[in-house]
């Protein structure tokens, strides 16, 4: 009963974390986060909230990773990630909603602002870790097709984060004409965020988790 309250508790967290993380970093005004930029650039020509677009992200990553597994993939495990991804899209536009009335800051504040959502980002990376439970269908696609096409997971990771931003960037230019939602702030955050993870990753704290979590 411990490991499993830990195990979701710990997964809670991680999406709490990532999705204040997420929220504030946009409402920053520099852009969103690598992961963010295709939803977000959506709901400037669609009446779709960003937690509404990162759902319907998470769903397309969702057949992705089924593709990706073939034969492997345990529909009865990953089905879990389904109500896991409505959770998560209902925190982003909660967060979204909660941090609205925070008046716009100075540039510097706009950048400290972007740099704290990101560190908020990366801790609910490394609690989603710990936690030993199910992952978001974007983070099990990244590590899935790592080990189908034998990439390394930081060169992968890199890959589908920038794919998503120059998906993000055509979005824009086609329905928009132009570019909306990424800017310098999304490249602090595709720098900042694994430097972040692995700042975290050492607390030791996490390996005590992950060492309980695993126990069967």
């Not at 979701?8 to 946009?26: E, K, P, R, Y």
């Not at 020509?45 to 597994?69: D, K």
């Not at 908020?120 to 992952?135: D, E, I, K, M, Y």
């Amino acid at each position: 009963m411990k490991q499993f309250v830990s195990r979701w508790g710990c997964l809670f967290i991680g999406m709490s974390s990532v999705a204040f993380g997420i929220a504030m970093t946009t409402r920053a005004g520099l852009g969103t986060t690598p992961l963010s930029s295709s939803p977000y650039t959506v709901t400037f020509f669609t009446p779709l909230t960003l937690g509404a677009a990162s759902i319907g992200l998470n769903v397309f990553f969702f057949a992705l990773l089924w593709a990706v597994m073939g034969k492997r993939f345990q529909f009865t495990r990953n089905l879990l990630q389904v109500p896991i991804v409505l959770l998560f899209g209902f925190l982003i536009d909660f967060f979204m909603w909660a941090l609205a009335a925070v008046p716009p800051g100075p540039y510097a504040a706009k950048i400290a602002q972007n740099l704290l959502g990101n560190a908020f980002l990366a801790l609910g990376v490394v609690f989603q870790g710990a936690s030993c439970a199910v992952t978001l269908p974007g983070d099990g696609f990244v590590i899935e097709a790592s080990k189908r096409f034998g990439i390394s997971l930081g060169r992968m990771k890199a890959i589908f984060d920038w794919s998503l931003v120059a998906i993000a960037c055509v979005l824009g230019l086609i329905f928009l004409g132009r570019i909306e939602g990424v800017r310098e702030g999304t490249v602090i955050s595709a720098l900042t965020t694994g430097i972040f993870v692995r700042l975290w990753a050492k607390c030791p704290v996490f390996s005590k988790l992950v060492k309980f979590n695993r126990l069967k």
